[in-house]
């Protein structure tokens, strides 16, 4: 391998901790000494700024400003949504030798790892010295042959926290229902993740809602029923990307429904077309909360253990590039016991660029409105934080008196 | 006026602070006292609780539970929405005698406001004597005769940092629109307020909708457009509260081409509305978000100057009582000068109760779509603490090189 440079960018939507891994990879690659003999280039929104030689030099950022900018939502270098040609991946490995590129760190979810993948066979067939590797970075936790995806942890706190806190306001002020809308649109994995907002029973999250299980509005309503009788109010947590067994988007039935009007599908929805279809069949008032990219920019309710973990992959993607791996994606392997520990490993690009994890259903409990405790305990060590507690009052009851001495029974005004 | 009880009750939504005012009363009145002589009484679930003489002791809670329990999200009483009948107040009245109230502290809105100053008065005719006071508390920041509310400032604070972090992740990853939805159904206090986020020219939020200007399509469209010509994105904060001309909720026009199919409207949704428009009308990639009940219990974003107003209005309110006030409600009042020095007044809840305080025309810029410098003066103080900033990669640029010394012009594989 002869020395070179070391290009790194960021590809698909943000995470909270996304900067994490870009603080990793320039790091190491600043503690190897690879800046001695070569620059660290970052590329400006991706593949984009690759294809446009949009090239900017890290090695130069002075590192305490780097710390800084790890903290930051957003990519910090940016990233794109290019929707990638055949030819696009060649060009690349053109531009890699014409700036003298040798290691290529690809900070990304599925698609980006396709790239990486593709790249690093090009680069491979035509003889051109490159070490490609792909960092994994998805709110989804859909990556394959990882146990979780930097990123997930702290949208999962996010979901957690804010279900936990949402949970408080409705038991305080009934009526009484409000459906949560999560990120993940093929996955369930973070609208599992409310769960964790649950201390006791009749606690928020009530019910959860899974991709993975066909929608019924019939079972959804049921369930919903059952819980207001029982508890005279129901948080329910739902993911985007629901589906009903015709494989529309529940969002997409509610567009159907005013398409006419405006010729267009509504983006997203699945809460709104949900409180909806409660307020209308159940007669209870209900509303929808949809935070949306809220969950993966809100820094103050990234994960701690997220946070090292983001890094950790970012530096392993080095420390494995200069021992000549190529071709890989970092992985995450927790340790069998009780006890949780995470060591860094590698999976061949080719294998995940292909697979979408979906959440098992040992996770999903039988009636597909809830967790399983095994989610619960695979998820709490990777959200590592504990979700915040609230106190409540002791509430010592009163006893009430017998009688009324008088009554006032005078009336004024009028409302 | 004899010794007593006193009964503190929480009404109409939760704030991020509302528990703060009810620690403020309680620990006021131990202070002062009035615990040895009589009882320190809360109301659960608000007039429900008075209705149904629901009571706990707050004088036994212990004081240190008493300060953790004041700062969790939701009403930690309870609150309600009961629609006040007019013979209602009299059996408050009835109610409060039976218990030997001398001293009542009603924390809430305009309705609530309205409901003490009933109360006050049927006391005052029947000649019971009662001390009761209004404590003021709202997100929506719409009471008027105060410099502004317990409650508005933390969930300004809310919606100037997600709505900044939201922008950064748009920022990072075009295309490129993005319509943030705020609470404030009838005023544009918290749609404003997210004007905070902005540092430079371009940062989010480049427009904002209020509900004190009726809303044309057609002029928010042309806007849009423009920012996206001039920016490469959008990102849009919107009052849940935005109507057309003919005076429909937004939420609402979408809601009546789907009623057809449905048979009900869909609660808000103006955001959701919008981003379906500009999708349409202008071919760009729109989504909308909309943090609902998040903006106000989220304890994480929490002002401490409005932690610290909200106390003070609550520890105001057993002062003026024990003075033999009654019939006001608190205020904040603001010293004039530069430096911002806030102390507390009172108003009569007679003028309290009918007034709605609109966002004036003076903090709406004239095209009415986004705010004027004044608002942010009014406002910054009252948030207090710094919205969080995130620093930036300093962007050395690389110099693009000539040309590719060879082409690889090769391609494997299908995508």
């Known amino acids: 391998m002869s020395a070179g440079n070391l290009l790194v960018a960021q590809g698909g939507g943000p995470t909270a901790v996304v900067n994490l891994s870009l603080l990793g990879v320039v790091e190491e690659a600043r503690k190897s000494g690879i800046n001695r003999t070569g620059k660290i280039i970052g590329a400006l929104h991706s593949i984009d700024g690759i294809m446009d030689e949009n090239f900017i030099d890290l090695g130069r950022e002075r590192?305490?400003?780097?710390?800084?900018?790890?903290?930051?939502?957003?990519?910090?270098?940016?990233?794109?949504?290019?929707?990638?040609?055949?030819?696009?991946?060649?060009?690349?490995?053109?531009?890699?030798?014409?700036?003298?590129?040798?290691?290529?760190?690809?900070?990304?979810?599925?698609?980006?790892?396709?790239?990486?993948?593709?790249?690093?066979?090009?680069?491979?067939?035509?003889?051109?010295?490159?070490?490609?590797?792909?960092?994994?970075?998805?709110?989804?936790?859909?990556?394959?042959?990882?146990?979780?995806?930097?990123?997930?942890?702290?949208?999962?706190?996010?979901?957690?926290?804010?279900?936990?806190?949402?949970?408080?306001?409705?038991?305080?002020?009934?009526?009484?229902?409000?459906?949560?809308?999560?990120?993940?649109?093929?996955?369930?994995?973070?609208?599992?993740?409310?769960?964790?907002?649950?201390?006791?029973?009749?606690?928020?999250?009530?019910?959860?809602?899974?991709?993975?299980?066909?929608?019924?509005?019939?079972?959804?309503?049921?369930?919903?029923s059952d819980v207001y009788d029982r508890w005279g109010r129901a948080v329910i947590v739902v993911s985007e990307g629901l589906k009903d067994k015709s494989g529309q988007y529940l969002g997409g039935v509610n567009a159907r429904a005013s398409r006419d009007g405006f010729g267009r599908d509504l983006p997203g929805g699945a809460a709104s077309f949900l409180a909806a279809r409660i307020a209308e069949k159940l007669k209870l008032r209900a509303r929808s909360e949809k935070p949306g990219l809220a969950a993966r920019t809100a820094v103050e309710y990234a994960s701690s253990v997220d946070r090292k973990e983001a890094y950790l992959v970012g530096q392993q993607a080095v420390r494995a590039a200069l021992k000549g791996k190529s071709g890989i994606m970092v992985t995450l392997e927790r340790a069998k016991g009780d006890r949780y520990r995470c060591s860094v490993g590698e999976a061949p690009l080719e294998s995940v660029a292909i697979s979408e994890k979906l959440l098992p259903s040992k996770f999903i409990n039988t009636k597909g409105n809830h967790v399983t405790t095994a989610f619960q305990k695979y998820l709490l060590p990777i959200v590592g934080d504990p979700i915040r507690a609230f106190a409540e009052l002791s509430g010592y009851r009163l006893a009430k008196k017998a009688s009324t001495r008088r009554s006032t029974g005078r009336k004024i005004g009028k409302h």
Chains 1, 2 share one sequence.
């Open 63 to 224: 590192p305490a400003s780097l710390r800084n900018v790890a903290m930051k939502p957003g990519a910090a270098l940016g990233s794109c949504r290019r929707k990638m040609a055949e030819e696009d991946y060649g060009r690349i490995v053109d531009i890699l030798r014409k700036y003298d590129v040798r290691y290529f760190f690809y900070i990304g979810g599925n698609g980006s790892m396709h790239t990486v993948y593709k790249v690093e066979q090009i680069a491979r067939s035509v003889g051109y010295e490159l070490n490609a590797i792909g960092v994994p970075k998805t709110i989804d936790n859909d990556l394959a042959y990882t146990d979780h995806c930097p990123g997930f942890g702290s949208a999962a706190k996010y979901f957690a926290s804010v279900t936990r806190e949402i949970g408080l306001d409705v038991e305080s002020l009934p009526p009484p229902v409000s459906v949560i809308e999560t990120l993940g649109r093929n996955t369930g994995w973070l609208a599992a993740s409310a769960s964790l907002a649950r201390e006791n029973d009749g606690d928020a999250p009530n019910l959860i809602y899974f991709p993975e299980r066909v929608f019924n509005l019939g079972s959804f309503l049921s369930d919903v």
